[in-house]
């Protein structure tokens, strides 16, 4: 149980293009996703939380309008790189919180990985 | 501050040898604990977790973690490294129960395995 499909795992895009990648919660719903992106040797650097139903919350120093985030269902949250440039090349991964079932009702939040998808801007 | 740290950012160990990874972490409650695991170019696997009960945890791929809450560590071993384990590891803390459920990482432990 517990998987998260991203998609897709590698694109390639000419500046100014614009990117789509998919996150879903193959078995269970998530509210609550995660975007997040990694650059080389380093730690995941939390980009945006995507609520279903509402909008995104950013972190700070993210620009909202180049990276557009859409949770339109209990299942799928999209993260769209627009007018992609080279310095937007990165590792990027996204996450969906699940209950942690071990603990039932009341218990804290656990965070399922995708595979990560790699962008390459040209 | 919150704040998780992994002293090793690069740890080497034979096959066969046992492991052992450091995670500190400042944190004003008893958070979650987290330990995941990622292979080059891929997402990050859930290898085992902490919130409450016995401060010894088993996880998947024969891993381990102990909670100390007097040192604020979680740290992870595994009795006897494979070759497959090499990879990179990441400590996590994240809010207990249903508080926003944002994960603070540590830097990664790169873990190098060799024959």
């Known amino acids: 149980g517990a998987v998260v499909s991203q998609h897709p795992s590698w694109v390639i895009c000419k500046s100014g293009t614009s990117v789509k990648i998919e996150c879903r919660s193959l078995?269970?719903?998530?509210?609550?996703m995660f975007w997040y992106r990694q650059f080389p040797k380093q730690s995941l650097m939390l980009m945006a939380t995507?609520?279903?139903?509402?909008?995104?919350?950013?972190e700070q120093g993210v620009e909202k309008d180049k990276f557009l985030i859409n949770h339109a269902s209990l299942t799928l949250s999209t993260l769209t790189v627009t007018s992609a440039h080279p310095e937007d090349s990165s590792f990027y991964i996204c996450?969906?919180?699940?209950?942690?079932?071990?603990?039932?009702?009341?218990?804290?939040?656990?965070?399922?990985f995708g595979a990560g998808t790699r962008l390459s801007v040209l | 501050a919150q704040s998780v740290t992994q002293p090793d950012i690069h740890i080497t160990v034979s096959e066969g040898a046992s492991l052992e990874l450091r995670c500190n972490y400042s944190?004003?409650?008893?958070?979650?604990l987290f330990w995941y695991v990622q292979s080059p170019g891929q997402g990050l696997q859930l290898l085992l977790k902490?919130?409450?009960?016995?401060?010894l945890v088993q996880g998947i791929k024969g891993f381990e973690a102990e909670f100390k809450r007097s040192q604020s560590s979680f740290n992870l071993r595994k009795p006897s490294v494979h070759w497959s384990d090499a990879a990179e590891y990441f400590c996590?803390?994240?809010?207990?129960?249903?508080?926003?459920?944002?994960?603070?990482f540590g830097q990664g432990t790169e873990l190098s395995v060799k024959p």
């Open positions: 996450s969906a919180r699940d209950f942690d079932r071990a603990q039932g009702e009341g218990g804290g939040n656990i965070q399922y």
């Open positions: 078995d269970f719903q998530a509210t609550t």
């Open positions: 995507s609520n279903e139903g509402s909008k995104a919350t950013y």
């Open positions: 944190y004003g409650a008893t958070p979650y």
């Open positions: 902490y919130f409450s009960g016995d401060t």
């Open positions: 996590a803390v994240g809010p207990p129960y249903n508080q926003g459920g944002k994960l603070i």
